[in-house]
Nanobody, 124 residues
């Protein structure tokens, strides 16, 4: 049984930082790419960041480049999203996702399993 269990998130002031974690089980974590998506109320789910199976390659949506960092610890089967300089427009439910591929991908269709989501609220 595949599980992606998220932690972190919460309320932060604009300019602040948060770190999200996603612990995976039941899948070959160290051989697959992982990603983070987000969904704001009334909006479609959008891609945020992805990391390859080894952690050597990462890719970000333009709006978070230079502020967010995705990383992984294959020994702990965990992927992280460090979010700095948060803006009100970053507020959303953030979801981690496990890909069916080794390489980075921003395409939602390439992700087979999803975490439960965690709320990030940014006050101005």
């Amino acid at each position: 049984q595949v599980q992606l269990v998220q932690s972190g998130g919460g309320l932060v002031q604009a300019g602040g930082s948060l770190r999200l974690s996603c612990a995976a089980s039941g899948l070959p974590f160290s051989t697959i790419a992982m990603g983070w998506f987000r969904q704001a109320p009334g909006k479609e789910r959008e891609f945020v960041a992805t990391i390859s199976w080894s952690g050597d390659d990462t890719y970000y949506t333009n709006s978070v480049k230079g502020r967010f960092t995705i990383s992984r610890d294959n020994a702990k089967n965990t992927v992280y999203l460090q979010m700095n300089s948060l803006k009100p427009e970053d507020a959303a439910v953030y979801l981690c996702a496990a890909s069916s591929q080794k390489s980075i991908t921003a395409l939602r269709v390439h992700y087979d399993f999803w975490g439960q989501g965690t709320q990030v609220t940014v006050s101005s």
